[in-house]
């Protein structure tokens, strides 16, 4: 039994890691689209609003995660 709880938490840790890694990829992206459109793109404000939800959602999966006791012995 123990070793499924340890399965899950690293479930959860490798689903932290892609969503940190989604969200740099998406303000990175952001970055280069306003470098170079100089801001006049639409890429830029979708790249940032990616990274809002992203980072949205996130939030809420730990706070989940918290609520039910999956993480933060």
């Given amino acids: 039994m123990h070793w499924i709880i340890g399965r899950i938490i690293m479930f959860i840790k490798l689903i932290i890691v892609i ?21 006049t793109g639409n890429k830029t404000a979708k790249a ?3 990274r809002i939800g ?15 006791g999956i993480i933060g012995h």
Wanted: glycine content about 8%; cysteine-free; hydrophobic content about 65%.
């Fill in 48 to 50: 940032l609003t990616i």
């Fill in 19 to 39: 969503f940190l890694v989604l969200i740099i990829t998406s303000l990175f992206t952001a970055l280069f689209s306003l470098g170079k459109n100089k801001g």
């Fill in 54 to 68: 992203l980072s949205f959602l996130l939030f809420i999966l730990l706070l989940l995660g918290f609520q039910f």
